[in-house]
């Protein structure tokens, strides 16, 4: 199972951009890398999906490097809203290798 | 366009008592899952079903059971409550079991307390 380390907690301000990183040193080649927010008293909402090089959609970007053992969440110019936890996913090969660790808590202040 | 529908939102259970949360998707998706979330923690993996018919057990699955109704419902049911199993659980559903476009959708849980 590719075990992903990401930072415990974030502070940011509005307006800013965060970027948030993890790391996935045994991803397997068919592994993708997903990002998921979660809102207290809410299910995690998926944000993006990536395999290679930059993903990029209406809410974020996402970086992965060519060796693909880390990844970078990208939140551009960040509101007050985005204040969440953030968890970094790899794989999807099957369900039972799903692995939620504990996310980064995103702080943004005013 | 509901998404995924759980129910209840709160229950409250004596310890031995038994109980089955519910859950329901309308997005036509084929795999469905049941998550556990203790507080400050991620969400482990209790059961899912990559399709209608199978049921296969995730990271946690002592003292549960699931039953995959049909393609749209997806339950989960403790037989005998223990103040362990006092969470916040999650349902899920993908319109395959992974892969490249294929997210998970969270319902917003049941928060379950076992006195």
């Known amino acids: 199972l590719a075990k992903t380390t990401q930072p415990i907690s974030m502070d940011s301000y509005e307006g800013q951009e965060v970027n948030i990183t993890c790391s996935h040193n045994?991803?397997?080649?068919?592994?993708?890398i997903t990002w998921y927010q979660q809102f207290p008293s809410q299910g995690p909402r998926f944000i993006i999906q990536g395999y290679k090089t930059k993903v990029t959609n209406e809410v974020a970007s996402l970086f992965i490097p060519a060796d693909r053992k880390s990844s970078t969440l990208s939140l551009p110019r960040v509101s007050l809203s985005d204040t969440a936890v953030y968890y970094c996913l790899v794989g999807y090969s099957s369900a039972s290798k799903i692995i939620f660790g504990s996310g980064t808590r995103l702080s943004i202040r005013p | 366009n509901a998404g995924v529908t759980q129910t209840p939102k709160f229950q409250v259970l004596k310890t031995g008592q038994s109980m089955t949360l519910q859950c329901a998707q309308d997005?036509?998706?084929?795999?469905m899952y049941w998550y556990r979330q203790d507080p400050g923690m991620g969400l482990r993996l209790i059961y899912y079903?990559?399709?209608?018919?199978?049921?296969d057990k995730g990271e946690v699955p002592n003292g549960y059971n699931v039953s995959r109704l049909n393609k749209r419902e997806f339950s989960l049911r403790l037989e005998s409550a223990a103040p362990s199993q006092t969470s916040v659980y999650f349902c899920?559903?993908?319109?395959?079991?992974?892969?490249?476009?294929?997210?998970?959708?969270f319902g917003n849980g049941t928060r379950l307390t076992v006195t």
């Open positions: 899920a559903s993908s319109f395959y079991e992974g892969g490249e476009g294929s997210p998970l959708h």
């Open positions: 045994n991803i397997a080649t068919n592994d993708y």
């Open positions: 079903s990559a399709s209608e018919g199978t049921t």
């Open positions: 997005m036509n998706h084929n795999s």
